[in-house]
Nanobody, 127 residues
Framework: QVQLVESGGGLVQAGGSLRVSCVAS????????MGWFRQAPGKEREFVAA???????????DYADSVKGRFTISRDNAKNTVYLQMNSLKPEDTAGYFC?????????????????WGQGTQVTVSS
């Protein structure tokens, strides 16, 4: 069983930056597709970003249109950690941010494509 633990959430002013992290247990982390989702009160969980092995010795990153150019996902396989660097934050980015992971299957943006989930970390952006 893989456990995911997020950290790094908090309160930040609009235009500011924040980095959230997710540490995974298990020995097959490097093969997993890792993603970030977010969920605001009263809304469905939505895809933010994902990173996975794309072949040719590189990892591929995908982003939701709403965060493209502002957020960057990265991973450190030696530390079993995936990061989400969030810049130019907006009040509409306020949500609980959830780390997800698992073997590559299904659509990258679909929550059901991920086997493991963290408990989430809250990000609040004030205007």
């Amino acid at each position: 069983q893989v456990q995911l633990v997020e950290s790094g959430g908090g309160l930040v002013q609009a235009g500011g930056s924040l980095r959230v992290s997710c540490v995974a247990s298990g020995r097959t982390f490097s093969t997993y597709r890792m993603g970030w989702f977010r969920q605001a009160p009263g809304k469905e969980r939505e895809f933010v970003a994902a990173i996975y092995w794309g072949g040719s010795s590189i990892y591929t990153a995908d982003y939701a249109d709403s965060v493209k150019g502002r957020f960057t996902i990265s991973r450190d396989n030696a530390k079993n950690t995936v990061y989400l660097q969030m810049n130019s934050l907006k009040p509409e980015d306020t949500a609980g941010y959830f780390c997800a992971g698992g073997r590559v299957k299904g659509a990258v943006v679909a929550p059901q494509s991920y086997d493991y989930w963290g408990q989430g970390t809250q990000v609040t952006v004030s205007s």
